[in-house]
């Protein structure tokens, strides 16, 4: 075995991995919660978009899961993004309507009348926009926040 291979060997062993197959678990498992996207938070959280009840968690590491949001009348929720402020873009899919969830679990409306709002990217480098994608209309769209 030549130096190159026992290195790789090694570096699966101090991982922990082997190479015949991938370690899978389950983090949550739940059935009355419908999650529509997934996104990872600078400090090692996840917030999970649960498309049919109207809510925004917060789920750890270990599978603890913590309602962030729970608004009245939200619809069908979907999108997600953070800015460079830690403030959490969303939108509600039937309403038309982009939102932000701030640090504080408050949420304020960013804009409305768009075209079934599905995606949201903040563009990092100009921290006063954001991108959006209309599956209603087939269009990107740019909001300034």
Request: glycine share 10%.
């Given at each position: 075995?030549?130096?190159?291979?026992?290195?790789?060997?090694?570096?699966?062993?101090?991982?922990?991995?082997?190479?015949?197959?991938?370690?899978?678990?389950?983090?949550?498992?739940?059935?009355?919660?419908?999650?529509?996207?997934?996104?990872?938070?600078?400090?090692?959280?996840?917030?999970?978009?649960?498309?049919?009840?109207?809510?925004?968690?917060?789920?750890?590491?270990?599978?603890?899961?913590?309602?962030?949001?729970?608004?009245?009348?939200?619809?069908?929720?979907?999108?997600?993004?953070f800015d460079n402020?830690?403030?959490?873009?969303?939108?509600?899919?039937?309403?038309?309507?982009?939102?932000?969830?701030?640090?504080?679990?408050?949420?304020?409306?960013?804009?409305?009348?768009?075209?079934?709002?599905?995606?949201?990217?903040?563009?990092?480098?100009?921290?006063?926009?954001?991108?959006?994608?209309?599956?209603?209309?087939?269009?990107?769209?740019?909001?300034?926040?």
């Open positions: 075995m030549n130096r190159k291979h026992f290195t790789i060997l090694l570096l699966f062993i101090s991982l922990g991995l082997t190479v015949s197959g991938q370690q899978v678990s389950t983090l949550i498992s739940d059935t009355t919660r419908t999650f529509e996207a997934l996104h990872w938070h600078e400090e090692g959280r996840i917030y999970a978009i649960d498309y049919n009840n109207g809510r925004i968690y917060q789920v750890f590491a270990d599978g603890k899961v913590e309602t962030l949001l729970e608004g009245e009348g939200f619809a069908n929720l979907a999108g997600g993004g402020q830690s403030n959490f873009y969303f939108s509600d899919i039937a309403e038309g309507v982009v939102y932000r969830l701030n640090p504080d679990t408050s949420y304020t409306e960013i804009n409305s009348g768009l075209n079934q709002p599905v995606s949201i990217l903040n563009d990092l480098q100009n921290d006063r926009v954001l991108l959006v994608t209309e599956y209603g209309s087939n269009e990107v769209t740019q909001v300034e926040i």
